[in-house]
T-cell receptor
Framework: GAGVSQTPSNKVTEKGKYVELRCDPI?????LYWYRQSLGQGPEFLIY????????DSGLPNDRFFAVRPEGSVSTLKIQRTERGDSAVYLC????????????FGPGTRLTVL | GESVGLHLPTLSVQEGDNSIINCAYS??????FIWYKQESGKGPQFIID?????DKRQGQRVTVLLNKTVKHLSLQIAATQPGDSAVYFC????????????FGKGITLSVRP
């Protein structure tokens, strides 16, 4: 079946602009995660959804970052007033929903802030 | 394109040899561990996992060993192939917590033909 998909695959924006990154999880997966990966580093946790609600947003770096999952499926990560330091690959993962389930990752969105 | 393996430790092995990739994890309370493989320009791909009530688990050509005493995890790849060349990450999780994965430092595996 289809895996996790993310759009766009690449996004180039200017400093100060607003961006939205989309994630389509594996069908039926209730848990959804966002991670950020900088060059040469492992992914770092941003936020975790169980269903429609954000169960843990402790990884969001500041209030410019926000994520939603209004219907418990597709999620959108929103970044306001982008800064050059936001440049990274943003990864989405999903799992069936039980704690400590295997998380399956999408291909990521490479965000470049000029 | 850019390599996720840039600046990471590198393990170079001859095609056909066995590879051993090591990882030290950080939280002694973690009870679920996963190895991921990441190729350039792609997301992490699940390889194998192990729970803390086990010390060894085998998959196809891969074996994961867990030593909770010293908080050490290893991934063994048998008969390494060129397609195994990638960055490998271990990740840990704590059941009952927020389910976020904490990733270790990646290691680049380079397979010489």
């Amino acid at each position: 079946g289809a895996g996790v998909s993310q759009t766009p695959s690449n996004k180039v924006t200017e400093k100060g602009k607003y961006v939205e990154l989309r994630c389509d999880p594996i069908s039926g997966h209730t848990a959804l995660y966002w991670y950020r990966q900088s060059l040469g580093q492992g992914p770092e946790f941003l936020i975790y959804f169980q269903g429609t609600g954000a169960a843990d947003d402790s990884g969001l770096p500041n209030d410019r970052f926000f994520a939603v999952r209004p219907e418990g499926s597709v999620s959108t990560l929103k970044i306001q007033r982008t800064e050059r330091g936001d440049s990274a690959v943003y990864l989405c993962a999903s799992s069936p929903g039980l704690a400590a389930d295997t998380q399956y990752f999408g291909p990521g969105t490479r965000l470049t802030v000029l | 394109g850019e390599s996720v393996g840039l600046h990471l430790p590198t393990l170079s092995v001859q095609e056909g040899d066995n590879s051993i990739i090591n990882c030290a994890y950080s939280n002694s309370a973690s009870d679920y561990f996963i190895w991921y493989k990441q190729e350039s320009g792609k997301g992490p791909q699940f390889i194998i996992d192990i729970r803390s009530n086990m010390d060894k688990r085998q998959g196809q050509r891969v074996t994961v060993l867990l030593n909770k005493t010293v908080k050490h995890l290893s991934l063994q790849i048998a008969a390494t192939q060129p397609g195994d060349s990638a960055v490998y990450f271990c990740a840990e999780n704590l059941t009952g917590a927020n389910s976020k994965l904490t990733f270790g430092k990646g290691i680049t595996l380079s397979v010489r033909p």
